[in-house]
C-alpha cells in the first residue's frame, strides 16, 4: 500500500530532491531515517497553527461581531475545528492524502488509511530530503490543522445570522466534498494541478480562495442581517479582535514555514517572508485608508497584516524577501478596496470580510507567485523557470478552484437548508445568537 503525500515541485530550487516510499516494494531498500529536528519543529508549528485557529481566529472574529453574537462566533470556530479533527481522521486525510485510483486519482484519494489504518509510530512521511522522514501521526496532526482552519474562517461571512446546527452540517459536507479534493488536486503527488506544476507553497488555493469563495456564496445566499445598511453594526471589542490578529500572525509562522517539512533554510525563508509580507500589508492598507478617510485605523492596519499573510502563504517558501514584501503592499491595497468599495458597490453582506480578504488576498498571493518565485526576481522557481508559463498555470489552479468551491458551496448551501434551515428567525437575530444558540452571554453586566 503506497503513502504519497503533498511535495511541492517548486522547493526542488531549494536543492532538495523527492523520494516516494513504497513499504511493499522496496524492503530491501534502507528505511528513510527520521530526523529528530525536523519532527520537532514539525510538532511546534503543527502547535502555532492550532494556536491561530483556537483562540487567535476566534478572538480576531469575536472581536468583530456585536456583544450579543460574540459566544456564537467562538462557539463556531471551536466546535468546526473539533468535527474536522474527527473527520479528518475517519476519512479526510485518506482521501487528501492516499492514491484514489485509475479514473479519479487526479481529484480525490482513496480509503486505504480510513479511520488511519496502517498508521503506526513507526510509519514515516518523506521531508524533501532523501532518506529523511518524520512521523506519519506528525505530518496527519500538521495537515489536520489546515483542514480544520479552512472551514472556520468561513463562518465570518455569515456570522450573526446563520443557524449553529446549519454551521455544523454545512461544515461536515463542505469538508468532504470541496476541501478534500481541492488539497489532493493541489498537493498530493498525483494530483491534477499538482501535476500541472501549480505552485502553491502553504495553502492560497486550498485554504484562503476556497474559503474566501464559500464565505462569499453563504453570504449572498443567506442574506443580509437585519439593519444591515441601516443600523450601526460596529465590533463591539478591537481590543479582542487586535489580540487574535496577533495570535494569528504567530501562529502563521507554523502556518508557512511548517509547510516545509524540514528545519531547514527553506523554513528560514517562510519566516522572513511572513514577517516582511504583513507588515508591507499592514502599512499599505494604513496608507491607502488614511488617503481615502483622513485616519489610519488599528483595525485597517491589522486586517492590511492578515491581507499580507494570507498573500504570502503560497509564495512563503517560494519568493525572495524583496518579493514578499511587494506582494504584501499589492495585497493590502487592493484588499483595503475590496473591503470597502466593492462589498459596498455590489451590496453584499460578508460580515468579516472573509472574501475581501482570503478570497482576493488568496487570488493575488497565487497568481503572484508565478511572478515573486522567478529566480531572476530572487525567487526559488525550479528548472528552467519561465514567468509566462508559470503564471498561466497559476491561473488555471485559481479559476478551478473558484469554480469547484463557488458551485459546491452553492449546492451544499442548499442541501443544508433543506435539512435543517440556514438562518435563524428575525426575532432570534434581534435577541442575539449567543442567547438563541447557546443560552449564554459573553458579558453579564
Known amino acids: ?238 481590543t479582542l479582535t487586535f489580540v487574535g490578529a496577533c495570535l494569528l500572525w504567530v501562529g502563521w509562522f507554523g502556518f508557512n514555514a511548517g509547510s516545509n517539512l524540514e528545519a531547514t533554510g527553506g523554513a528560514a525563508l517562510a519566516v522572513i517572508n511572513t514577517i516582511l509580507a504583513p507588515a508591507a500589508a499592514g502599512l499599505s492598507w494604513m496608507t491607502v485608508e488614511a488617503m481615502g478617510k483622513g485616519k489610519a485605523s488599528l483595525l485597517g492596519i491589522a486586517s492590511g497584516a492578515v491581507a499580507g499573510l494570507v498573500a504570502i502563504t503560497p509564495a512563503a517558501g517560494l519568493a525572495g524577501p524583496m518579493g514578499s514584501i511587494v506582494l504584501g503592499l499589492v495585497a493590502g491595497a487592493v484588499c483595503y478596496i475590496a473591503v470597502t468599495g466593492v462589498k459596498n458597490a455590489l451590496g453584499y453582506d460578508d460580515a468579516l470580510d472573509v472574501f475581501g480578504i482570503h478570497g482576493v488576498g488568496g487570488i493575488i498571493g497565487a497568481i503572484g507567485t508565478g511572478i515573486v518565485a522567478a529566480p531572476s526576481l530572487g525567487g526559488y522557481g525550479v528548472g528552467e523557470y519561465a514567468i509566462g508559463s508559470q503564471l498561466v498555470t497559476q491561473v488555471i489552479a485559481v479559476v478551478i478552484t473558484l469554480l469547484w468551491t463557488g458551485i459546491g458551496s452553492v449546492v451544499l448551501y442548499k442541501i443544508t437548508d433543506l435539512v435543517v434551515g440556514l438562518r435563524v428567525t428575525q426575532d432570534q437575530e434581534r435577541e442575539g445568537l449567543d442567547l438563541a444558540d447557546h443560552g449564554e452571554r459573553a458579558y453579564n453586566y
Open 1 to 238: 500500500m503506497k503513502f504519497r503525500h503533498l511535495l511541492m515541485p517548486a522547493l526542488g530550487a531549494l536543492g532538495l530532491s523527492l523520494t516516494l516510499v513504497d513499504p511493499t516494494l522496496a524492503q530491501d531498500a534502507a528505511a528513510p531515517t527520521v530526523n529528530k529536528g525536523d519532527t520537532a519543529w514539525m510538532l511546534v508549528s503543527t502547535i502555532l497553527v492550532i494556536l491561530m485557529t483556537i483562540p487567535g481566529l476566534a478572538l480576531f472574529y469575536g472581536g468583530l461581531v456585536r456583544t450579543k453574537n460574540m459566544l456564537s462566533v467562538l462557539m463556531q470556530v471551536f466546535a468546526v475545528f473539533s468535527l474536522v479533527a474527527i473527520l479528518w481522521s475517519f476519512y479526510g486525510y485518506s482521501l487528501a492524502f492516499t492514491s484514489g485510483g485509475e479514473g479519479v486519482g487526479a481529484f480525490i484519494g482513496g480509503f486505504s488509511k480510513a479511520f488511519l489504518a496502517g498508521v503506526t509510530t513507526d510509519s514515516t512521511a518523506d521531508t524533501f530530503t532523501k532518506g529523511v522522514a518524520i512521523p506519519e501521526f506528525t505530518f496527519i496532526a500538521f495537515q489536520l490543522t489546515f483542514a480544520a482552519i479552512t472551514p472556520a474562517l468561513i463562518v465570518g461571512a455569515f456570522a450573526e445570522r446563520i443557524k449553529f446546527s446549519a454551521v455544523m452540517v454545512f461544515t461536515g459536507l463542505w469538508l468532504t466534498f470541496v476541501y478534500l479534493p481541492i488539497a489532493h488536486m493541489v498537493w498530493f503527488s498525483e494530483g491534477y494541478l499538482f501535476a500541472m506544476g501549480a505552485l502553491d507553497f502553504a495553502g492560497g488555493t486550498v485554504v484562503h480562495i476556497n474559503s474566501g469563495v464559500a464565505g462569499l456564496v453563504g453570504a449572498i445566499m443567506i442574506g443580509k442581517r437585519v439593519g444591515y445598511g441601516r443600523d450601526l453594526l460596529a465590533p463591539h471589542s478591537l
